[in-house]
């Protein structure tokens, strides 16, 4: 792990070749690029219809890479084929309560064989129960090879992202340069391997979904079950999606693209507006001193709305004996 460079890498579809093996060869964690989406109201039937949409459309997309499905309520993956949409059109229409989510995820496998190592083929749409005193957010969690987006384009997959925003309307999201962990297993160890590369490359995102909804959730806190309880972003990059209510706090729409400039692109769609950082995704190198002049603008903008309240537990997992606080609260403040 040791020998890779990243910044020596010319050709940015070489990141997929790039596997980080422990001591047993066994891969911890890969880099991809990552379209996260989070929102409330998981329970609503119309929303996780849509959601289910917006993982087919997905799996349509990626096409044949796609290779598995995991079934609503079950442990086990099955191939994929068009039953699979089937069973989470009519499992998303289920009213359920309290303690039923619900969850539509596909996977794509080398030679379709299943495994449990991380893939850059995969998209989890993880839906809350209905639980008025504990809604916790509900997310989207969908990955890509890098390759697929540089050969896409940049300004096809802002139009995808955009698309899909439009359609399934989060309440927020990123996309940009990640590393991918297996079900985003960033404790236990998982974490220390990809911390000095998000560490040293400000423009990889660290992708703990679920973690960091456990810590930031406006209703889990001191005024648990609060509606008015302040809502937060966990951090930006290339793309960072807000809806119609962060983008009032912020100032309104006119507001927010005069901030940015016209070298930071602001896409606005029925509901609320994506933020582009530049033309181009970046994963910038702290070493050199490099840090996007276009990432620095948007964190600048969205840094109003950003979660700073870590305590017991933090986002990144860093290496003793470094302190995990600190270097959390470093990462989120990269681009100050």
């Known amino acids: 792990?040791?020998?890779?460079?990243?910044?020596?890498?010319?050709?940015?579809?070489?990141?997929?070749?790039?596997?980080?093996?422990?001591?047993?060869?066994?891969?911890?964690?890969?880099?991809?690029?990552?379209?996260?989406?989070?929102?409330?109201?998981?329970?609503?039937?119309?929303?996780?219809?849509?959601?289910?949409?917006?993982?087919?459309?997905?799996?349509?997309?990626?096409?044949?890479?796609?290779?598995?499905?995991?079934?609503?309520?079950?442990?086990?993956?099955?191939?994929?084929?068009?039953?699979?949409?089937?069973?989470?059109?009519?499992?998303?229409?289920?009213?359920?309560?309290?303690?039923?989510?619900?969850?539509?995820?596909?996977?794509?496998?080398?030679?379709?064989?299943?495994?449990?190592?991380?893939?850059?083929?995969?998209?989890?749409?993880?839906?809350?129960?209905?639980?008025?005193?504990?809604?916790?957010?509900?997310?989207?969690?969908?990955?890509?090879?890098?390759?697929?987006?540089?050969?896409?384009?940049?300004?096809?997959?802002?139009?995808?992202?955009?698309e899909w925003c439009a359609h399934f309307r989060p309440d927020?999201?990123?996309?940009?340069?990640?590393?991918?962990?297996?079900?985003?297993?960033?404790?236990?160890?998982?974490?220390?391997?990809?911390?000095?590369?998000?560490k040293r490359f400000p423009g990889l995102d660290w992708d703990a979904s679920t973690h960091w909804d456990a810590l930031s959730n406006p209703y889990l806190g001191p005024k648990r079950g609060v509606a008015d309880t302040k809502r937060t972003i966990r951090s930006i990059n290339w793309l960072s999606i807000i809806d119609d209510d962060f983008l009032t706090e912020l100032g309104g729409l006119d507001k927010v693209k005069t901030n940015l400039g016209p070298q930071c692109p602001v896409l606005s769609y029925k509901g609320g507006a994506i933020l582009q950082a530049g033309p181009h995704p970046e994963l910038g190198d702290l070493n050199d001193g490099i840090i996007s002049a276009y990432y620095r603008t948007v964190a600048r903008v969205l840094k109003p709305l950003r979660f700073e309240g870590y305590n017991k537990v933090e986002l990144l997992d860093a290496p003793a004996p470094l302190n995990d606080l600190e270097e959390t609260l470093k990462w989120i403040r990269r681009f100050d």
């Open 1 to 162: 792990m040791e020998n890779i460079d990243l910044s020596k890498v010319a050709d940015l579809r070489e990141l997929d070749k790039i596997r980080i093996v422990d001591g047993r060869g066994f891969t911890r964690f890969l880099f991809g690029f990552t379209l996260n989406m989070f929102f409330l109201n998981g329970h609503d039937a119309d929303k996780r219809l849509r959601g289910v949409e917006i993982v087919e459309r997905y799996r349509h997309l990626l096409g044949k890479e796609i290779t598995h499905y995991l079934p609503n309520g079950a442990t086990r993956l099955k191939k994929m084929d068009d039953k699979a949409f089937i069973h989470y059109k009519a499992a998303a229409l289920i009213k359920v309560k309290n303690n039923y989510g619900f969850a539509a995820s596909v996977y794509g496998f080398p030679n379709g064989k299943e495994s449990d190592t991380p893939t850059p083929y995969c998209a989890a749409f993880i839906t809350s129960s209905e639980n008025p005193l504990n809604p916790w957010y509900s997310r989207f969690d969908l990955y890509f090879p890098v390759s697929f987006v540089v050969e896409k384009g940049y300004a096809a997959f802002v139009g995808i992202v955009k």
């Open 172 to 198: 927020r999201g990123s996309s940009g340069f990640s590393v991918i962990f297996d079900d985003s297993k960033t404790s236990g160890g998982w974490g220390a391997y990809a911390f000095p590369f998000v």
